[in-house]
């Protein structure tokens, strides 16, 4: 079994891993990776007999270096693959009957060889099956006279074996995916959701997809809920956007919805219109211009559409500095993902009100990987490009480097196209050669789920102290920021948590992201629970700016909610090194998106200082007297719904001279 159809955000289930729901958030119980270490096991080595760090998924690393390797027969993913009996757009989730054709390239397919129907791996497709009609994901497969073909399904696919005698060039089979309306599609929406055909046309056990995939139009389903974001500060008098986007049950956009939806501020400060009419041909989205007369903080909640929600707070003061709401860890349906890079930008703009967002599909990993499909990268930076609006939406080059023994990371481009460096090139296959090859670029990699999760961060090998400054610490995953908050990422290691590393004196700025697999960019929380998002303390939207506010680690983390964070030490922004010795005042200001259940204050050997919330404003101050050469101190908020946000840290360094 050498092609591998494995997530990112799955439960490392092997091969051809089932499509079990990635993103219901729930706990299930996880079965070690193929080949993780029993407890009590040695400790696995790497190749070069390195010792692998805790977590560490050498099995998985294995696997895909011996299916990089594999040779291939000539006709190994030969042919071509194409629907004959389409439906029209399909609402999530629902019956679908689809009729596709795989007609037999120039070297045929031997006995004994193979083909595999696979819809995409992830999401809720049926799997299909070959054997019994009333069962979901009937397929009835069609070969011509003389060929004997043997069903076999199992981890989400439908293998057909080809007997009797071979396959000649031309030659078609055709499948029925669904027959008797026992299918059902994908539970996201993407204008290209896709069934794709592998072909191992000797019978060796190795394959190959045909490149391109039949696919067709999943649309979102019944309006469920409505989304409504306000920018977090603002100036008094200034014309602010209230996006308003009404979604499905699970976060899909862009259905047909026409209705209304009222609008109440908390102010009649806020001036602006108190409904909204949508057409039928709005899609469900709205922007409505707000204008707040006078400095404070501004909410507004919104009803139509499920139960009356409550925008993120809008903090209103003359000369305030903006934050600009990003996500930097993004897949799309050129790797694991949902959607195409035009669909994610149009999500992360229309319904999330991004600022700023990366797409970083994985190097290798997926249906086709794009460290062998260049044309595929291309694709990805040319979108990139095309969405860069400077001054409106930030978007950056990048991919993730999706390493199973050291851990993952997403590399991000900031002076344009970029080299994808992949982690099974052995010129790119560590941490160290990977930053090597980013030496003299305006980029970064960013350490993620690095506590646990599909795979944690190997620490050990450390981080770069010029291109790593900040660590993805919240995300579908869950937070790898500290064990005793809520949302703790699944199979944590100790030891690799961020406040564990900042304790040792890693000098690292914190940010969120989702790492989303769904095609809600921003939003990964509607449907697996667990978000992330990057606060980017930036005074303009450009690449540079955003760039320079990453390096000097002007950032801060939440798990989602847009809760507004501003701290100071000595005057100082968070990410700021500061010199120890002089007493250190501290002032956080918090306005959440909640009440505030508390917030802490995080120093040297833990959390030093703890103010309990009254509701969603806290003011509070703290002073160090006298910080010693490596202290630190962060703050941490913690709501009562469960929302929290990290700002970076301030390090003190042994005073001057
Ligand atoms: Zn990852
Ligand atoms: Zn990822």
């Known amino acids: 079994m050498l092609l591998l159809i494995l997530s990112c955000t799955a439960a490392p289930g092997g091969p051809g891993s089932s499509n079990a729901d990635r993103a219901s958030g729930a706990r299930e119980p996880r079965a070690p990776a193929p080949g993780a270490p029993a407890p009590g096991a040695p400790t696995p080595r790497a190749a070069g007999d390195a010792v692998l760090g805790p977590g560490a998924r050498p099995q998985t690393h294995r696997e895909m270096v011996l299916d990089r390797d594999a040779s291939r027969h000539p006709g190994d993913g030969g042919g071509s693959w194409r629907g004959v009996a389409l439906p029209g757009p399909v609402e999530v989730g629902s019956p679908v009957q689809l009729v596709a054709e ?88 993407s204008r290209a959701a896709a069934l794709w055909i592998g072909v191992d046309a000797d019978g060796d056990g190795v394959r190959s997809v045909v490149p391109e995939p039949v696919s067709i139009e999943v649309v979102a389903g019944p309006a469920a809920q409505v989304v409504a974001i306000l920018p977090s500060a603002a100036a008094p008098g200034e014309v602010v956007p209230l996006r308003l986007a009404v979604l499905d049950a699970v976060g899909n956009a862009f259905g047909r919805w026409p209705g209304t939806l009222t609008l109440q501020a908390s102010s009649p400060r806020l001036s602006g219109p108190a409904q909204i009419t949508l057409g039928p041909d709005d899609e469900g989205l709205a922007t409505v211009q707000l204008v707040p007369e006078v400095p404070g903080v501004y909410t507004v909640t919104v009803a139509g559409v499920g139960p009356p929600v409550t925008t993120n707070p809008l903090v209103v003061r003359d ?56 044309r595929l990268w291309a694709d990805l930076d040319r979108a990139v490009d095309e969405a860069y609006e400077p001054q409106r939406f930030v978007s950056i080059h990048g991919f993730e480097h999706t390493h199973w023994l050291y851990g993952h990371r997403h590399v991000l481009y900031f002076d344009g196209p970029g080299p994808l460096l ?61 064990p005793s908050l809520p949302g703790v990422i699944y199979d944590a290691v100790p030891g690799a948590f961020a406040s564990e590393q900042l304790q040792q ?45 990453l390096m000097a680690r002007r950032v801060y983390a939440t798990n989602g909610p847009r809760i507004v964070l501003r701290v100071s ?12 010795g002089p007493p250190a005042p501290i002032e956080a200001r918090v306005v959440g998106t909640a009440p505030i259940e508390r917030v802490e204050l995080v120093g040297r050997g833990g959390v030093i200082g703890s103010q309990v919330g009254t509701g969603s404003l ?7 007297d006298a910080p010693a050469p490596g202290d630190l101190a962060y703050v941490r908020v913690v709501q009562v719904d469960g929302g929290l946000a990290w700002s970076s840290p301030v390090f003190f360094d042994p005073p001057e001279g």
């Open 422 to 482: 992949s982690s099974l090139d052995p010129a790119t296959d560590t941490p160290e050669e990977l930053w090597a090859a980013l030496q003299g670029r305006m980029a970064l990699s960013v350490p993620h789920h690095p506590a646990g999760g599909p795979v944690p961060i190997d620490w050990r090998r450390g981080t770069h102290p010029v291109l790593e400054p900040v660590v993805e610490i919240a995300s579908v995953h869950g937070q790898s920021e500290d």
């Open 618 to 624: 806290l003011f509070t101050t703290w002073e160090l």
């Open 569 to 580: 030490v000595r005057g100082a922004p968070p990410g700021s090194v500061l010199p120890a």
């Open 319 to 374: 000369g305030i500095e903006p934050i600009l709401w990003g996500d930097l860890q993004i897949h799309s349906g050129l790797s694991d993902g949902t959607g195409d890079p035009a669909e994610v930008w149009r999500y992360a703009r229309e319904v999330a009100a991004l600022d700023v967002a990366a797409i970083t599909d994985h190097d290798h990993w997926g249906m086709r990987f794009l460290d062998a499909h260049p």
């Open 102 to 189: 795989y007609v037999a390239g120039p070297v045929g397919i031997d006995e004994g060889g193979a083909l595999t129907l696979i819809p995409s791996p992830f999401w809720g497709w049926s799997p299909p099956q070959g054997h019994t009609p009333d069962e979901p994901g009937f397929t009835v497969i069609e070969a011509p006279d003389g060929i004997v073909l043997q069903p076999r399904s199992g981890g989400g696919q439908l293998s057909v074996t080809v007997g009797g005698r071979a396959l000649a060039p031309g030659e078609i089979v055709r499948f029925t995916y669904g027959s008797g309306d026992t299918a059902r599609v994908d539970r996201f929406a």
């Open 505 to 549: 004196g890693r000098r690292l700025g914190l940010i969120g992201s989702t790492d989303g697999h769904d095609g809600h960019p921003g939003l990964s929380q509607l449907a697996g629970g667990h978000g992330g998002l990057a606060a980017i303390l930036a005074p303009q939207r450009t690449r540079g700016a955003v760039y320079q506010a």
